[in-house]
């Protein structure tokens, strides 16, 4: 989902860092399409972090990072903060990023310069919603204003893998009856496990009885 019109970027999620260290607590707006197995702050801390699920992004579902030893941490798609995010304090940051508006990391374009607007996904049933922020001063810290109300934009979300679709079909068509996938992985590619229990996602991070989020 990763997109860029003008000086825009279009979030694809929100990672959280799940940890007692002073890393832990940080939210991350991603850019990229995919979630990364594994993230790290850049640093020389010895720690990393590694997704608590597998499968396509939920569409304004947060991932959750669970905090790991760094040498266990596996080469390759990896994400490293520090190289092309910065620090960034925006209000309204406990409803959307989670309470600790302090430890939010946002992306840059590029050429290492901050978008102009961001665009988050929030929580939505079928329709895609989001809200927007406007950059209002450039330093350190990025400054970032919520401009209006949240809005619905285009597509259709899977109720089964949270996934954002084009259209309706034939994605969902694909998942076949409940129980034929894991929630938020991609149709096809449970085929060589059991089907467990899934039903559709539920809003505010509260999944439904199975779902394997």
Request: charged residues 25%; negative net charge; proline residues 10%.
């Amino acid at each position: 989902m990763e997109a860029a019109t003008g000086s825009r970027v279009d979030a694809s999620a929100i990672l959280q860092l799940i940890s007692d260290t002073p890393s832990g607590g940080t939210a991350i707006v991603l850019r990229r399409p995919e979630a990364p197995p594994f993230v790290v702050m850049g640093d020389d801390t010895a720690e990393g972090f590694a997704r608590l699920r597998r499968g396509t992004i939920a569409y304004g579902v947060p991932e959750s990072y669970q905090a790991l030893p760094r040498d266990m941490i596996r080469a390759g798609h990896i994400l490293h903060v520090r190289n092309d995010h910065r620090p960034a304090r925006v209000d309204k940051a406990g409803s959307i990023f989670g309470p600790e508006p302090d430890k939010l990391w946002v992306p840059l374009d590029d050429d290492a310069t901050p978008f102009e607007r961001m665009r988050v996904p929030i929580p939505s049933l079928q329709r895609p919603a989001y809200v927007e922020f406007v950059l209002e001063s450039d330093g350190d810290v990025l400054d970032y204003r919520l401009d209006g109300e949240a809005s619905v934009g285009d597509g259709y979300i899977c109720p089964y893998c949270g996934k954002l679709c084009p259209q309706k079909e034939p994605h969902t068509a694909a998942h076949g009856v409940a129980g034929h996938t894991h929630a938020g992985v991609a149709v096809g590619q449970d085929q060589d496990g059991p089907a467990p229990e899934t039903g559709p996602l539920e809003l505010r991070g509260h999944h439904g009885p199975g779902a394997q989020l």
